[in-house]
């Protein structure tokens, strides 16, 4: 068959438009998460995991070997910015994976719903959601989660397409997830229904699914190997019921126990329940989200079942959060219910699914009638760029979602919690002892370790402790 080269012409520029939505769908990103990066140590765990990274020993439960090898392996990379080049190189490491999340999530997009413009709208919406962006900019391990949770759902996408590769990469993300956070769990019944069926799912055994699903669990076994290089084990040791414990998070079961602290200030499941529902629209805006929510319930109807085990999947991630408070089993104090949006963000990648799903049919409807070319005679945009122009549209709302929540996701200012350490260890007389809190302990060793401020300092850790001077040149914090 003979193709004519008005065809061929249009195949061609169809692989350019394609090709600029691919990289624009990783290139913008990382060109404002560049910008945004924070310059140093931020609060929260940043201080464990770049300590951790440095020395190559056990941070807090489970561990996380999967993410402490990528990023011991990531600082090897000479790259030295600023004047905090570690931390720099390990907030370098949650931007790249964000940015490589953008990227798959935009092939997945494109997969569920054929449309380049909305899946390059839904990506953006999704990429400048507040709490994605804040975690590409800081030492955390949730934009390797974020990853690995995209990389089970494209290669079901994939699998649904008749190719049953998708099914190994499903299993052997899954497992890696496992080898990460366990929060990954929570995909199970969403892979349970979409998993195919027939002679799709035949063509792979089921021993090498198994195997590509446990296999990755080996890199727990570099758990011992970071307890050698672990200060507070030289003393205790480290048993293989430690092990478990560490792996199951057991330390955050019995955590109550050892606080001591009243009800009151115990996280409630209601509490949660209220956290949940403020940010939705904290992420998207009340207009986005409701967007994202309606697209859920219209794809075309071999994409239904999509939409809604999304939604159903968005719901167990939600009300698990209020299950595990129950009671406080988990022992959090209530000043720690920050973290919760933390283990919220993959609703973000469901609710922009639900954008893309709204936004597809529009983008054929617009192609079609070739709205923005005006009328015969009076072409304002070739038909070619048409495409071009529904997408540019299509990334509006990211664009003003972005300069709504850029003042709340710009970690460049963020590192007064490193600064204050900083002017309180600097304030400690030569080779004093300065008390810390076992949740502040990793900031104040990574400034003696990392940075080499003030070595002669002795710490000591001492639970739950705060700002107050002490005699004998001691300063409790």
Avoid at 195 to 205: L, Q, Y
Wanted: glycine letters at 6%; one cysteine or more.
């Amino acid at each position: 068959m003979t193709v004519s080269p008005e065809f061929k012409k249009k195949t061609s520029f169809d692989r350019i438009i394609e090709t600029g939505a691919v990289t624009a769908s990783w290139l913008v990103p990382l060109i404002v998460y560049s910008f945004t990066l924070a310059p140093g140590v931020t609060a929260g765990d940043s201080g464990d995991f770049i300590v951790a990274v440095h020395r190559f020993s056990l941070p807090h439960p489970p561990g996380y070997p999967l993410y402490m090898l990528l990023a011991k392996i990531w600082t090897i990379i000479p790259i030295n910015l600023g004047a905090d080049p570690f931390a720099v190189k390990m907030n370098m490491f949650s931007m790249v994976a964000m940015v490589v999340s953008c990227a798959i999530f935009y092939r997945l997009l494109k997969i569920l719903t054929g449309s380049i413009a909305a899946s390059l709208g839904s990506v953006m919406i999704f990429a400048f959601s507040r709490t994605v962006w804040k975690f590409a900019l800081v030492t955390e391990v949730y934009a390797l989660g974020v990853l690995l949770i995209l990389l089970v759902l494209l290669g079901l996408a994939i699998a649904s397409e008749g190719n049953p590769k998708g099914l190994i990469l499903s299993a052997v993300s899954f497992g890696l997830g496992l080898a990460h956070h366990h929060s990954i769990i929570l995909l199970v019944p969403l892979m349970v229904v979409l998993w195919p069926r027939g002679k799709d799912s035949a063509r792979v055994k089921f021993p090498v699914l198994l195997a590509c699903l446990i296999l990755p669990l080996i890199l727990y076994l570099l758990i011992p190997v970071m307890v050698a290089r672990s200060p507070q084990y030289k003393e205790s040791g480290f048993t293989f019921r430690d092990f478990i414990e560490t792996v199951t998070r057991a330390e955050y079961r019995e955590r109550a126990d050892y606080q001591d602290l009243p009800p009151e200030q115990l996280v409630r499941s209601s509490d949660i329940l209220d956290r949940a529902t403020r940010y939705l629209p904290k992420q998207f805006g009340w207009f986005i989200l409701a967007m994202c929510l309606a697209g859920w319930f219209i794809p075309p109807a071999n994409r239904r079942i999509w939409g809604l085990m999304v939604a159903v999947t968005s719901g167990l991630w939600i009300f698990s959060l209020v299950y595990f408070s129950r009671g406080s089993p988990l022992g959090m104090p209530f000043s720690y219910l920050r973290s919760i949006d933390e283990f919220m963000i993959p609703v973000n990648i469901f609710l922009a699914m639900g954008f893309a799903w709204l936004l597809a049919p529009l983008s054929y409807r617009l192609t079609r009638k070739n709205d923005f070319a005006g009328t015969e005679g009076l072409n304002l945009i070739p038909r070619e760029f048409v495409p071009v122009a529904i997408a540019l549209l299509f990334c509006v709302p990211a664009i003003f979602l972005g300069m709504t929540n850029a003042k709340f996701s710009n970690q460049t200012l963020r590192t007064f919690v490193q600064d204050q350490a900083r002017n309180v260890l600097e304030q400690v007389p030569e080779n004093g002892v300065l008390v810390v809190s076992g949740d502040e302990i990793y900031l104040f060793e990574y400034l003696k370790e990392v940075r080499g401020i003030r070595r002669d300092v002795e710490l000591v850790v001492y639970p739950f402790v705060r700002l107050v001077e002490a005699g004998g040149g001691q300063r409790v914090i």
